[in-house]
């Protein structure tokens, strides 16, 4: 059985910081490219940054650039997201997708909340 489950989140204040987790199990991690996306209230989900199989290429959204880390453990088949200089705007639910050609798998998400 295919799982990916993202965890980490909670309130933090503006200018915090905050670190995700993915665990992936029940197919082959290494072979996928991560990503983290996001989703706040009436607005579309959109994508904050993707590592490749290997860990050797990421990408950032330019709202996330210069704040968040993507990384990769393929032995501990585990995605993290280093989110630091929380700003309000950062509050949504995180999910994190495996794709592999046109397999995708997606998590269920994590509520991340910046507020005072």
């Known amino acids: 059985e295919v799982q990916l489950q993202a965890f980490g989140g909670g309130l933090v204040q503006p200018g915090g910081s905050l670190k995700l987790s993915c665990a992936a199990s029940?197919?082959?991690?290494?072979?996928?490219?991560i990503a983290w996306f996001r989703q706040a209230p009436g607005k579309e989900r959109e994508a904050t940054s993707c590592?490749?199989?290997?860990?050797?290429?990421?990408y950032y959204a330019d709202s996330v650039k210069g704040r968040f880390t993507i990384s990769r453990d393929n032995a501990k088949n585990t995605v993290y997201l280093q989110m630091n200089s929380l700003k309000p705007e950062d509050t949504a639910v995180y999910y994190c997708?495996?794709?592999?050609?046109?397999?995708?798998?997606w998590g269920q998400g994590t509520q991340v909340t910046v507020s005072s």
């Open positions: 997708r495996a794709t592999y050609g046109k397999v995708d798998y």
């Open positions: 029940g197919f082959t991690f290494d072979d996928y490219a």
């Open positions: 590592i490749s199989s290997s860990g050797e290429s990421t």
